[in-house]
């Protein structure tokens, strides 16, 4: 326990941990010490340059910086003396003396520390005469404007660039008088390192860094804030929306706030075009004569229910299947669940955890009785070791990838397992570039090193584990040897990345959908699982097994029972207790059997089998495998309801369209990847006659007969809490304290940041024996490629949101498939030239990307394009116990497109 010490600061008897600075203990009790270079939200060390922060220290020879002076017992502070106000105001005068003194107009009036602290000072002008730096601001790419003239060279940008995002993009150029800050000379943004998170403009204490769409927008003192949850991945960073007249302006973080503790990625902060956009769905559709045409709501529902009831009636509750959404609420995926189950009567609802993470949820239930995060992001400081695999965390998850970038930067060990060269293999102690579809066969080998070594945890496995004999004798084929032959990996490297895995204090595993999605999904997941029980790596900080969910909110629309097999919190349909519990509260009697998964759903409908598909926020036309397959299915429904907020490709088919809100507009929660539950609050008025998704459902309910009606979000959530054990004590009132993380079954539980310690859900963790399976679908003489698709930094999923956004789409408009440059020149391919990608499945057309971030014989393409569907080409393969397909591998040929 670290050692406490008292001090007084301006008569104020303070005590903290006697390693704190004097300016950290004095903001603890709420004393604000003026300072510029050093941001304490960064959790860096000071540079000590401006000089600001000095304070008066009795007993010392000077006046000392507080940002860097480490506080000690008895110690007697003064922050605020009249001649320390006075160093201030010169020092204030001396870095006005240059600016432009255009403070009227300057973006970041109101907004300005140099502002605040002059005013505070009582600094009207500068005092000293120097001739300002006349220079233009520059703005080198689509979203941040540099105006050297407010620079004051504290350094911050620099700062959280190098050592909190360690990207190293700008940094200072020029000496004396010519000092900046700047991207390497010469070398154009778009050329650059920088990723555009815009972080540095957050941290900038003047206006010399700002953000070019918010310009003339409206000040600091014009803009209403709203702190709410992102939509975009899984991270779940707190952002904080600045509205004014109904429209965002722009997204900042909230220092020291959140998981992301007030850093975002370039998504979270541009990427919010989408939500004031001229296509917004603004009223209800109805298709009439093959167009969609607009109607009343009441017409719409009226519609709706007519047909679902009919078909119902027809053909039964079986024959109708509904998509919830990732996208949406908590609230709202269990309103859409309950209606599906309670007014339909059936227990065909699923989502895109399908696609992404049901081979996590099934994999992990299994391991070790809860298919979560067993982690925080937090713990990732504490990891001794930190394995990635199937994850390019850096693009798909950027905030974490820049914990995990700060931790390799400390020296900790770092082993990615990826067949592409993604950014953390380029800082991986090791990198295992495996063929694509080998993990059990290499996970398995790193078992056997460890096994083989002796560097097994025998303890652990003998105390809280079961089923270790089976798994052991299944390990033990799998030498580095052979895992070399099947995944083309040294066995040096192997042995190598095992080692420093199992010798480390604690390691923790990081996996994405690089594992899941493929036809042995689940045996990959167990396999992760096994590594983690082999090394008692569970239970503990640093540790565990992580899946980094793909969506905002695919962590809690699996909580929430978007499921076929399970109610909320994963409380199965067929257990006859269960569904008793859930009948007496909806007062109906409900389906036992499970129902349909996404493909199923889809392949029902090719079959004539379902009749009536609702989809909400989901757009399986970009989503799904094989589109071709996926569009002849949707043609062959009855009814198709899509509910979204613009007219997708999925809605483009449908027979009625229904205009829903998005995240800016609603109350709510979101779950995020480790199991942390978040508010999602409304800043702005839905566009036209847009409405909440649980409200439109539950419209459609009472017309159907039955009463499903709510005072808002927080009476969803009270219901929720009533019947869903891990959700018990979660409420409103306590999440406008902070978030929780689930299990959390009473209001006076803290929630639970680590799972597992102790004791596992299920009791004792067991080990699978798990066997290497070839993927579905192997390259061939006709199809010689193996084709992984996944996700860039600058777009999202299948585009309906990122590609509106002007930043964006600025930085990348159109997709490429990258082809290495062996392949390539087999080929006659050259690099930006329009290439024809072929599979058994179909053909698109676009630009090569010659790179060797690919493997020869392996070629990458991200679908986010609707231009160039890469689920044109892939195949509907499943894994057998999660029903997931095969997105990572499928056989495809190259060719010149002219």
């Not at 979560?372 to 990891?383: G, P």
């Not at 931790?407 to 295992?432: K, N, W």
């Not at 989503?623 to 009855?638: G, I, M, Y």
């Not at 310690?757 to 067991?766: D, E, S």
Request: hydrophobic share 40%; glycine share 8%.
């Amino acid at each position: 326990m670290t050692e406490q010490v008292s001090l007084n600061i301006d008569d104020a008897e303070v005590t903290v941990p006697a390693d704190t600075t004097i300016l950290l203990a004095a903001r603890s009790a709420g004393i604000d010490i003026p300072h510029l270079c050093y941001d304490p939200d960064l959790g860096l060390p000071p540079t000590s340059s401006c000089r600001l922060c000095l304070v008066e220290v009795e007993g010392a020879r000077t006046f000392v910086p507080s940002c860097s002076y480490p506080v000690a017992a008895g110690m007697v502070v003064h922050t605020d003396t009249e001649e320390i106000r006075e160093i201030r105001r010169v020092i204030v005068e001396l870095l006005i003396s240059d600016c432009p003194q255009d403070c009227m107009t300057c973006e970041a009036c109101g907004d300005c520390d140099l502002q605040k602290y002059a005013y505070e000072l009582g600094v009207k002008g500068p005092e000293y005469l120097a001739a300002p730096i006349s220079v233009e601001p520059v703005q080198d790419g689509p979203a941040i404007i540099y105006d050297r003239s407010k620079c004051i060279l504290c350094g911050r940008c620099v700062e959280v660039c190098h050592n909190v995002e360690v990207t190293g993009a700008i940094d200072f150029l020029g000496r004396g008088f010519d000092t900046h800050i700047g991207l390497p000379p010469g070398l154009p943004r778009d050329q650059s390192v920088c990723t555009e998170c815009g972080n540095c403009i957050d941290v900038c204490p003047t206006g010399a860094l700002s953000f070019a769409g918010a310009v003339g927008k409206g000040r600091a003192w014009e803009l209403d804030r709203v702190v709410t949850t992102c939509p975009y991945c899984g991270v779940g960073c707190t952002l904080v929306l600045h509205t004014r007249n109904n429209r965002v302006v722009k997204i900042t973080g909230q220092p020291g706030l959140g998981v992301n503790q007030g850093r975002l990625c370039v998504k979270g902060r541009f990427g919010f075009d989408f939500v004031n956009h001229e296509e917004r769905l603004t009223k209800p559709l109805i298709r009439r004569n093959g167009e969609l045409m607009p109607v009343s709501w009441d017409e719409a529902l009226d519609f709706v229910t007519q047909r679902l009831t009919q078909i119902k009636q027809e053909f039964g509750p079986d024959s109708i299947a509904a998509m919830s959404s990732a996208k949406c609420t908590n609230e709202e995926n269990y309103i859409m669940q309950k209606f599906m189950r309670a007014v339909i009567g059936t227990n065909n609802v699923d989502h895109c955890a399908r696609l992404c993470h049901a081979s996590t949820v099934a994999g992990l239930a299994q391991a070790f009785g809860s298919g979560a995060m067993t982690n925080s992001i937090e713990d990732l400081d504490d990891a001794g070791a930190i394995f990635v695999i199937g994850s390019n965390t850096t693009e798909c998850h950027p905030i974490i990838g820049a914990v995990i970038k700060r931790a390799a930067q400390r020296g900790v060990p770092l082993i990615v397992a990826d067949p592409r060269l993604i950014e953390l293999a380029e800082l991986a102690t090791v990198h295992l570039r495996h063929r694509s579809g080998t993990d059990v066969a290499l996970i398995n080998a790193l078992m056997n090193v460890i096994l083989s070594e002796g560097l097994a945890d025998e303890q652990f496995i003998a105390e809280r584990t079961e089923g270790f004999a089976e798994f052991r004798a299944a390990v033990e084929p799998y030498t580095p040897e052979l895992a070399e032959s099947i995944t083309g990996v040294a066995a040096d490297d192997i042995v190598r990345a095992a080692r420093l895995y199992a010798q480390a204090p604690a390691a923790a595993i990081i996996y994405s959908m690089g594992i899941t999605q493929h036809t042995t999904g689940t045996d990959n997941v167990l396999s992760l699982a096994n590594l983690a029980l082999l090394t008692g790596n569970l239970g503990k900080r640093g540790a565990g097994v992580n899946p980094l969910r793909g969506q905002n909110n695919v962590q809690g629309a699996c909580d929430l029972g978007a499921l076929p097999n399970v109610f909320p919190g994963y409380q199965k349909v067929d257990d006859d207790e269960v569904r008793a519990k859930f009948e007496g509260a909806w007062g109906v009697s409900l389906p036992a059997g499970p129902g349909l998964t996404v493909v199923e759903m889809i392949n029902a409908a090719a079959d004539r089998e379902l009749k009536a598909l609702y989809v909400m926020g989901e757009n399986p036309m970009l989503s799904d495998p094989d589109q071709t397959h996926v569009e002849k299915a949707l043609r062959s429904l009855d009814l198709l309801i899509v509910q979204d907020i613009f007219l997708t490709e999925t809605a483009q088919l449908a027979d009625v369209v229904l205009p829903a809100t998005l995240f800016a507009e609603k109350e709510g929660t979101f779950t995020n990847t480790e199991r942390r539950v978040q508010r999602v609050r409304q800043a702005l008025e839905p566009p036209g006659e847009a409405r909440g998704d649980w409200q439109i459902i539950c419209e459609l309910a009472r017309r159907m007969g039955y009463e499903m009606s709510y005072s808002g979000a927080v009476a969803i959530q009270d219901e929720i809490a009533s019947l869903t054990p891990s959700y018990g004590g979660i409420t409103y009132d306590r999440l406008e304290q902070g978030p929780l993380q689930w299990p959390c079954p009473d209001r006076d539980h803290p929630g639970t940041p680590i799972l597992h310690v102790g004791k596992f859900t299920r009791g004792l963790g067991k080990f699978a024996s798990v066997e290497f399976i070839p993927p579905q679908e192997l390259p061939d003489d006709d199809y010689p490629l193996v084709l992984s698709t996944g996700r860039i930094l600058q777009h999202f999923h299948t585009g309906t949101m990122s590609r509106r956004s002007e930043v964006l789409g600025a930085l990348v408009s159109v997709g490429a498939i990258e082809i290495n440059p062996q392949d390539a020149q087999r080929l006659g391919i050259a690099d930006g030239e329009p290439v024809r990608v072929s599979s058994r499945r179909g053909q698109i057309e676009i630009n090569a990307r010659v790179t060797d971030r690919v493997a020869p014989g392996a070629v990458f393409l991200a679908f986010h394009y609707r231009e160039a569907p890469a689920n044109r080409l892939t195949i509907a393969a499943l894994d057998p116990v999660a029903k997931i397909p095969e997105f990572k591998v499928c056989a495809v040929k190259i060719e010149p497109a002219s």
